[in-house]
C-alpha cells in the first residue's frame, strides 16, 4: 500500500487526503494546529457555545469539486443555496438599491437583474456592453497583466459603477485591491461563474460551522477509511534522495518515510521548506514574492433584531458586508451578526472597539443606532496569495517540476481560479488524481 503524506490540514489537505483514502492508499495529515480547516474553521464562543466562524464563505454553484468534497464526507446537505433572489446593497448616505437574479437562461438570469439595479444611472447600467466585449477583446495574457481597475477603466466604467458594483464584486470573489487584482481572474468569475448560468451562479450557506462541516467531517471521514491526522505536528523539514522524496522530517526531529508528499500549506509556510533545498531554489523565490490581502470579520452580539435578510451588501462603508447568522444556520439558538471587510489593509491592526465604530458607522443606514453589547474580531492576515501583477511571477504548478513524488496544493498554486474553497479543494483533488492516475481529468 503507497503512503502519502500530506502537510497541512486545511480543505486543500484534505480533500487530497480523503481522495487519496478513498482509493485505498495510506494517507496520513501532519497539521500544526489544533484543529482542522485552516481558514475555514469555527471555535465554539465561551458565552453561548454557538460556532463562530473564522470567517464568513459563501458558495456558488459552481463549485463543483467543493460538492464533491463534502458529497464524499456526506455532509453536502448543510450547504443550501438560492438560484434566484435580492440582495439589498445599500450607501454610506443610505442609498439603497436591490440586485437580482432571475431563473432564466444565461446570461439574462444575471443581467437583467443589473439592468434593473438603481445604484446608477441607466446609461451606466446599459455600459456593462462595454465589459463583455473587452472579456471577448483582451487574451488572457494580456488580462494577466492587467488590473481590474484598469480593465475597467478601459471598458469605460464609471466610478460610481466601479465603487457600488465593480469593486463590490471583486472585493468579495478576489479579496484584494481592484487595483492589484489581475483581471484574468475576474474573466474567470464572471465566465465560469455568475455569468455560466442560473445554477452556477447560485449563492450557498453553509447551516453549520465551518469545523463541523469540513475538519470534523473530514476526521470522522479519515478515521472509517483508516487513515491518520496528527494535530500538533509541525513539518520540519522534507527528505530528499536525489529527484525523488521520501518522507519528512518532524519538529521533534522524527522522520516519518512516504512514496509520495504533498504539500497543502501557505505560501510563506511553504518557503521555509523550500529554501532548504537547493534543488527547489527556483520555486523558493517564486514563493517568497507571493503577496497577501488579509480578510477582517466582526462578530456583534446586538440587543435587537437588525434585518431579515440573509445579508446585506454595502458601498462606502468601512465593513462591506453583514450577514445575519440566525437566517440561514441549522441551530437557531445561533444570534450573532458578521461583518465582513475584504482586502482589508486599513483594518487589520485596527482594535475591536475601533472596529465596533465601523461597524456602527457601516450599519447606521440600515439600522439606524445599533447598541452591540459583545463583540468579537476574527482577523485573517494572509487569508489569500496572489502573485504581484505585472512581476512574471507565477502561481506554481501541482506537480513538482524538480522532485518526483512531490505535489502541491492550497487555494494559491495554479488551478486557474482565485483564491477560494473552490480553488483550495481543486488543488487538493488535482494533487491526489495525479497520484492516483498520473493525471487530472
Not at 468534497?69 to 438560484?83: E, P, T
Not at 445604484?119 to 487574451?139: C, D, N, Q, W
Not at 471598458?155 to 460610481?160: A, F, L, N, V
Not at 459603477?161 to 472585493?171: A, K, M, S
Request: one cysteine or more.
Amino acid at each position: 500500500m503507497k503512503k502519502v503524506i500530506i502537510i497541512g490540514g486545511g480543505c486543500a489537505g484534505l480533500s487530497a487526503a480523503t481522495a487519496l483514502v478513498e482509493k485505498g492508499y495510506q494517507a496520513t495529515v501532519f497539521e500544526k494546529s489544533r484543529i482542522l480547516g485552516g481558514r475555514t474553521s469555527s471555535v465554539a464562543d465561551p458565552a453561548t457555545g454557538e460556532p463562530v466562524d473564522n470567517g464568513q464563505h459563501m458558495f456558488l454553484g459552481c463549485y463543483n469539486e467543493t460538492d464533491r468534497f463534502l458529497r464524499r464526507l456526506g455532509v453536502d446537505q448543510h450547504v443550501k443555496y438560492r438560484n434566484a433572489f435580492s440582495t439589498l446593497m445599500i450607501g454610506l448616505s443610505g442609498e439603497k438599491a436591490f440586485l437580482q437574479t432571475y431563473r432564466l437562461p444565461a446570461p439574462l438570469h444575471l443581467l437583467l437583474g443589473y439592468m434593473q439595479y438603481r445604484a446608477f444611472s441607466m446609461l451606466e447600467r446599459f455600459s456593462i456592453i462595454h465589459v463583455v466585449r473587452g472579456l471577448k477583446k483582451y487574451t488572457d495574457t494580456q488580462l494577466a497583466c492587467m488590473s481590474c481597475a484598469e480593465f475597467l477603466s478601459r471598458c469605460k466604467q464609471s466610478q460610481t459603477t466601479q465603487t457600488r458594483f465593480w469593486d463590490l464584486l471583486i472585493l468579495a470573489t478576489l479579496n484584494v485591491d481592484p487595483k492589484r487584482a489581475p483581471a484574468d481572474l475576474l474573466k474567470v468569475v464572471l465566465t465560469q461563474g455568475f455569468m455560466a448560468s442560473c445554477k452556477d451562479s447560485a449563492s450557498g450557506l453553509a447551516d453549520v460551522g465551518l469545523t463541523e462541516l469540513f475538519g470534523d467531517a473530514a476526521q470522522a471521514y479519515m478515521a472509517k477509511k483508516g487513515g491518520s491526522i496528527r494535530l500538533r505536528e509541525t513539518v520540519s523539514e522534507l527528505i530528499l534522495d536525489h529527484e525523488k522524496i521520501k518522507g519528512v522530517v518532524l519538529q521533534n526531529g522524527e522522520k516519518v518515510q512516504a512514496d509520495y508528499v504533498i504539500t497543502a500549506i501557505a505560501p510563506n509556510h511553504l518557503y521555509r521548506l523550500l529554501a532548504k533545498e537547493s534543488r527547489l531554489q527556483t520555486l523558493a523565490r517564486n514563493v517568497k514574492h507571493m503577496e497577501s490581502s488579509p480578510i477582517v470579520s466582526l462578530h456583534i452580539w446586538t440587543n435587537r433584531h437588525l434585518f431579515d435578510d440573509a445579508y446585506v451588501g454595502f458601498w462606502d462603508t468601512p465593513f462591506h458586508w453583514v450577514f445575519r447568522k440566525q437566517s440561514f444556520m441549522q441551530d437557531q439558538s445561533v444570534s450573532h451578526y458578521t461583518l465582513v471587510a475584504s482586502g482589508a489593509d486599513d483594518l487589520i491592526k485596527k482594535s475591536t472597539s475601533d472596529l465596533i465604530t465601523m461597524a456602527k458607522q457601516t450599519l447606521a443606514p440600515l439600522c439606524g443606532d445599533v447598541s452591540i453589547s459583545r463583540a468579537k474580531k476574527s482577523l485573517m492576515k494572509n487569508a489569500t496569495w496572489l502573485p504581484p501583477l505585472g512581476q512574471n511571477i507565477v502561481r506554481p504548478n501541482i506537480q513538482s517540476q524538480d522532485v518526483k513524488g512531490l505535489y502541491y496544493a492550497g487555494d494559491w498554486v495554479d488551478t486557474g481560479l482565485p483564491c477560494t474553497i473552490e480553488s483550495a479543494v481543486k488543488s487538493g483533488h488535482m494533487a491526489a488524481s495525479y497520484i492516483i492516475n498520473q493525471k487530472f481529468a
